[in-house]
Every structure is written in C-alpha cells, then in structure tokens.
C-alpha cells in the first residue's frame, strides 16, 4: 500500500468541527443536513461531494493528516473511527471551519473515507487551546478508492464524546 499525504498539521476549529467541500458549496451544510440517515455523528457525509467532521476540542487548533492511500489501510490505534463513502465533484476542496483553513486538493473519484479520532475526550474536557497551547486531541482523515457506495458505519468508539455524537443521528441528523 502507497499513501500520499494531502495535509499535516495544525486545524483550526471552531464550535468543534472542520468542514471539507468546494468552496463556493460552503452554504449546503447551513442549509442542509450533513449527517441525515447515517449511523455515525462523527462524519457527516449525506450530502454528495461535501463532508462535515466532529472533533472533541471546541475552539483552537488540533492536528489532523489527510491522506490518500492507493487501497484501504490497516485500522490504527485511534480511539474513535467512522467510515462513509465520499465522492468529491470537483478536485480543489476547502478544508477547514468558518474562519480559516486550507485548500487541498484529491482526485475526483469514488472514495470510502476513513475519520480517525484520538483523545476526544481530553480535547472536550479542555475545551479552547490558546495559539501556543497544544490540544490534546488529534485527527486523520484518510481516503482510498472505492467505487462501492455503502453506508457510512461506526468502526469503533472508545471516548464518551463520540459516543455522545453518534446517539444524537436521527434521520434528519445530529438532534443536538
């Protein structure tokens, strides 16, 4: 297995979240319903080519590595880890919150996606890190091609904090 890596280093987040989509589709996840029918409160994929992710820290920055692997990797240590499908419909992608981030770009293909999460519940408990703190929680966000549509499922949950975002799906999506 090769893997390329697309993206490592600090995210900012704000209320928690990190968002990946084309940058003039920014919008959809106001208006739309990013985790509608899934089982997973981690990564909302429900809306085609856009995908909108958890983290336990509130506000701050926290590590995450995006990569691109040339076939599904082997399951890691992360504590937390969902999996969907993605399918991005055009290569260059906003990744980041509401008030910053970066461009990154993937292929257009079909995709499963693979969100990794560490120490979720520290982050949570420490809530805001301030620019020269390090949060406690980091992230990995990897892609592989797959031209399998599947639903998105829970692989493991190992912190209170996923498991709290993963009981508040509904049909419409996350109640809280």
């Known amino acids: 297995m090769t893997e390329e890596v697309i993206f490592d280093g600090p995210m900012h987040v704000h209320y928690g979240f990190i968002w990946l989509h084309p940058e003039e589709r920014y919008d959809e996840f106001v208006s739309g319903r990013p985790f509608a029918g899934q089982e997973n409160g981690l990564c909302g994929a429900a809306i085609p080519g856009l995908l909108d992710l958890r983290t336990g820290l509130h506000t701050g920055s926290v590590p995450v590595r995006v990569i691109l692997a040339d076939s599904e990797p ?22 980041g919150g509401f ?53 998105d499922r829970i692989v493991r949950v190992g912190s209170k904090t996923a498991a709290y975002w993963h ?9 809280g």
Not at 128 to 149: H, I, K, R
Not at 167 to 175: E, V
């Open 74 to 95: 082997p399951l890691g240590d992360a504590e937390d880890i969902v999996e969907m499908s993605y399918r991005p419909d055009q290569p260059v992608l906003w990744f």
């Open 99 to 151: 008030d910053g981030g970066d461009e990154i770009t993937l292929p257009v293909d079909a995709y499963r996606a693979r969100w990794s999460a560490t120490a979720m519940d520290a982050g949570r408990d420490v809530d805001t890190v301030l620019e020269e703190e390090t949060a406690p929680d980091s992230y990995e966000l990897c892609f592989w091609p797959d031209a399998e549509t599947r639903p």
């Open 167 to 175: 009981s508040t799906t509904t049909s419409d999506g996350p109640a």
